[in-house]
């Protein structure tokens, strides 16, 4: 089970319910983070993505997966902008963001910046996916080098191929 497999949501759960979009490079990464800095489980996070997970009342799967969704602590539904500073307010290294969208005009600004944002997600989400690629395949050991010697038709020595020492080889083979 992956981190954001948890759909299971416990009725004695109180606080927050982030509703999020795991099918989303962009998305996973950043509820990554704050799961991360979720220090003392005030958020419970579904992703709904997932066909079994639970949907509140009076938002759809569409609705969820288009526009980033918490349930608050008290049951009120809130999104966009407004749903991140639900978020930060719970998260101390956070709390700063949250208390500046408190000031006269910044949540309505953060809340236009996110509605410019919404049309370009996907288009964002994919290029942040093939770097996320990139940078786990440059991050194996084997990754680079087997992919130049594809790509670029070179045959690795067999020193390279074998990891000892080219002396070595030309020892054993004599």
């Known amino acids: 089970m992956t981190e954001f497999e948890e759909n299971v949501v416990s ?13 989303c490079p962009l998305c996973r990464s950043e509820i990554g983070h704050y799961r991360r800095k ?8 579904v992703d709904v ?3 079994s997970a639970v949907i509140p009342d009076g938002l759809t799967q569409q609705q969820a997966m288009e526009r980033f969704h918490v349930r608050t602590g008290s049951g009120a539904l809130v999104s966009g902008a407004a ?11 956070w709390r ?3 208390r500046a969208a408190a000031l006269p005009g910044v949540l309505a600004s953060l809340e236009l910046g996110y509605r410019l944002f919404l049309p370009a997600r996907p288009m964002l989400a994919a290029i942040f996916g093939r770097l996320q690629r990139l940078k786990h395949w440059r991050a194996r050991p084997d990754g680079p080098t087997r992919l130049n010697a594809e790509r670029d038709h070179v045959m690795a020595s067999p020193a390279i191929v074998s990891g000892q020492p080219e002396k070595e080889l030309t020892n054993e083979a004599s």
């Open 11 to 23: 009725e004695e759960h109180s606080g927050p319910m982030v509703f999020f979009d795991g099918s």
């Open 96 to 98: 700063w963001a949250a």
């Open 38 to 45: 979720d220090e003392t489980g005030a958020l419970c996070f």
């Open 83 to 93: 749903a991140f500073v639900e978020v930060w307010t719970r998260l101390p290294v």
């Open 49 to 51: 993505s997932d066909p």
